[in-house]
C-alpha cells in the first residue's frame, strides 16, 4: 500500500468518530418524488451509483448534484431532501444523488476519485437526460461538503485526449453550497482555532515511518482550503453555531459541534474573499444575502 494512503488511513481513523456524531441530522424527509433514474451505475462498485431526477422542460436545464455525509463511512444517496428535490424540480432544474465508496471498501482518496467519475459521468449524458453542462451546480453536508469544495475548489480533472469521452468531461462546477465543512486537517489549526479541540483527540495520527515532507503533501492534498484560487465558483457556506456560541455541555454533542464549527467557514471565507470568489457565509446571528442553499443555487443557476 502506497505510503500516503497508509498515512491517510491513519489521520482518518482519528476524526471519524466525530464526523459521525452529527452526519446525517438533517436528513428527515421519507416519500416525495421519485428518481426517474435510480441506482445508475456510474461505475463497476455496488457503491458507485447515482439516483437522477429530471425536470419537466424540452430544453437544456441547469443540475443540482447533492454529495451525502457519513463520515467517509456511512450515510447513503437515498437519505435526501425531498423538499429541496422539489423546489429544484420546480424551477425546472434536474437533480441527482451520488453515493461513493466508503473507507471500508477502497481507501482515500477513492471517495473523491468517485465524485470525479460521477460528474463526468454525468455531464457525459447531457445529450440523454436534458442537462445544460455549463449550469451544474454540488451541495453536501460534512463528509459531503468535503467532496463538492474537493470537485469546486481543485483543478479541471478533464482529460482531453482520453480515449474513454466520460474521462474528457470537466469537473468543474458552476456554484456550491456547503453544509458544516471542515477547512483544513492540520490540527495544530485545530487547536488554536476550534474551542474545545484538543490535540490528544487524534495524538495517533503522526509516524515515525513518514517524513514531514510526506505528512505536509497528504494534509494538503485533503485540506480544502489549499485549493481556493481565482475563478472558483460562488460558494454558500452553513454551520450551526454562532463564532460566540458557548461548548455544549453534552459530550456527543460536542463532538458535533467541534468537527462543524463556525470558525472552519470565517477561515475559509476570508480565502474565498481574497481570491475575488463570491462566498456566502450564514450561521445563527448573521444576516446573509441569501437565506438557504437552494436560494443561493437556484439564483446561480437560473442566471
Known amino acids: 500500500m502506497p505510503v500516503w494512503v497508509t498515512s491517510l488511513r491513519s489521520i482518518l481513523f482519528t476524526i471519524l468518530p466525530l464526523y459521525l456524531a452529527t452526519a446525517l441530522a438533517s436528513q428527515v424527509e421519507k416519500t416525495g418524488p421519485r428518481p426517474t433514474f435510480e ?51 420546480d424551477a425546472n432544474i434536474h437533480f441527482a444523488s451520488v453515493e461513493y465508496r466508503f473507507l471500508k471498501h477502497a481507501y482515500f482518496p477513492a471517495p473523491h476519485e468517485d465524485v470525479v467519475s460521477a460528474l463526468q459521468f454525468i455531464r457525459n449524458k447531457a445529450d440523454d437526460w436534458g442537462l445544460d453542462k455549463s449550469r451544474i451546480a454540488a451541495t453536501g453536508g460534512s463528509a459531503g461538503a468535503q467532496l463538492v469544495a474537493y470537485l469546486a475548489w481543485g483543478d479541471d480533472l478533464a482529460d482531453p485526449t482520453n480515449n474513454d469521452p466520460v474521462k474528457r468531461e470537466s469537473t468543474k462546477l458552476k456554484a456550491v453550497a456547503l453544509n458544516g465543512a471542515q477547512s483544513t486537517l492540520d490540527f495544530d489549526w485545530w487547536v488554536d482555532n476550534i474551542p474545545g479541540y484538543r490535540l490528544e483527540f487524534h495524538s495517533g495520527r503522526r509516524s515515525e515511518e513518514y517524513s514531514k515532507v510526506e505528512e505536509r503533501a497528504i494534509l494538503n492534498e485533503i485540506s480544502i482550503i489549499n485549493h481556493i484560487d481565482q475563478g472558483d465558483p460562488p460558494t454558500f457556506m452553513s454551520y450551526g453555531m454562532a463564532p460566540s456560541s458557548e461548548m455544549p455541555n453534552n459530550l456527543k454533542r460536542l463532538r458535533g459541534w467541534i468537527i462543524h464549527h463556525v470558525n472552519f467557514g470565517l477561515a475559509l471565507e476570508k480565502r474565498l474573499l481574497q481570491s475575488g470568489v463570491e462566498v456566502v457565509l450564514k450561521y445563527p446571528g448573521a444576516s446573509p444575502k441569501f437565506s438557504s442553499d437552494v436560494d443561493f443555487l437556484l439564483h446561480h443557476l437560473k442566471k
Do not use: C, M
Not at 441506482?39 to 437544456?60: C, K, M, R, S, T
Open 39 to 89: 441506482n445508475v451505475a456510474y461505475g463497476d462498485h455496488a457503491n458507485q451509483v447515482l439516483d437522477f431526477w429530471q425536470a419537466g422542460v424540452d430544453e437544456p436545464a441547469p443540475l443540482v448534484v447533492y454529495i451525502h455525509g457519513g463520515g467517509f463511512t456511512g450515510g447513503s444517496h437515498d437519505k435526501v431532501s425531498y423538499a429541496k428535490i422539489q423546489r429544484y424540480l
